[in-house]
């Protein structure tokens, strides 16, 4: 199973993308879905994660301005991102968590490939 990520891209300050991650296969139940990403020269950092029982949670410096939206059921999720700042700019990754569909048991977790967002002034 793959992640597909698309939708980074060159935008100006305060301007608007959105995010795409897919599986590729619907071999897993997946019941957590979030967006990390990582500047240069900075380590990785959780920016939205949403699950099948609980509302999205933000890192404070996107709060208000990011949304992320998932489908369970179509292994898809967003990431609409607003008014974006250069701070913001970074390389996305989509992370996926859930359980095997031949084997319930067995726990998979996923990266997808990263998409580069930049953010010009």
């Known amino acids: 199973v793959q992640l597909v990520e698309s939708g980074g891209g060159l935008v100006q300050e305060g301007g608007s993308l959105r995010l795409s991650c897919t599986a590729s296969?619907?071999?897993?139940?997946?019941?957590?879905m979030a967006w990390h990403r990582q500047a240069p020269g900075k380590q990785r950092e959780a920016v939205a994660i949403t699950t099948r029982l609980t509302s999205p949670a933000y890192a404070n410096s996107v709060e208000g301005r990011f949304t992320v939206s998932a489908d369970f059921d179509a292994n898809t999720v967003h990431l609409q991102m607003n008014d974006l700042k250069p701070e913001d700019t970074a390389v996305y990754y989509c992370n996926v968590a859930g359980n095997s569909v031949s084997d319930p048991s067995r726990q998979v977790e996923l990266w997808g490939q990263g998409t580069l967002v930049t953010v010009a002034t």
């Open positions: 296969e619907n071999t897993v139940v997946i019941n957590v």
